[in-house]
């Protein structure tokens, strides 16, 4: 397995009932240390920025609205196979599909709020971690 970062972001929803610091904690234990992190309030422009890839899609409005509507945190993760793993901890989009135990069974309401977000691939996460983090702001490597 190759070592890899991904982009973590602890979702309005999750910050708004408290749960960021637990979701950290998770991560963790899980063996994900945390190259950046920053605690943001995105305007419209960059959500709509972010998930530019989404435009024209039905829930890209819905979706825009609720990541600018309060702070999230944002965190460069990094560990072996981290995409895998990271989305493996998270668990499905839906909480209701989720796995036992999972950051989304346990902190999700529904598919439009659920709770994180993960990146999917390595180009993803490189591009990801570029949008919200300069070089010098992620720690390098030990």
Not at 16 to 33: S, V
Not at 78 to 101: F, H, L, M
């Amino acid at each position: 397995m190759a070592l890899e970062r991904t982009l973590s972001i602890v979702k309005p929803d999750a910050v708004e009932k408290n749960h960021t610091g637990a979701i950290i904690a998770r991560l963790e234990q899980e063996g994900f240390i945390v190259r950046a992190m920053k605690r943001v309030h995105l305007t419209r422009a960059e959500a709509e920025g972010f998930y530019a890839e989404h435009r024209g899609r039905g829930f890209f409005d819905e979706l825009c609205s609720f990541m600018s509507r309060s702070p999230i945190v944002i965190m460069a993760l990094e560990r072996e196979d981290a995409i895998a793993k990271y989305r493996e901890v998270i668990g499905a989009t839906n909480p209701a599909n989720a796995a036992e135990g999972t950051i989304r069974k346990l902190y999700a309401a529904s598919v439009g709020e659920n709770a994180v977000h993960g990146s999917d691939k390595p180009e993803s996460a490189a591009r990801e971690i570029a949008y919200f983090f300069a070089g010098y702001e992620v720690s390098p490597r030990a």
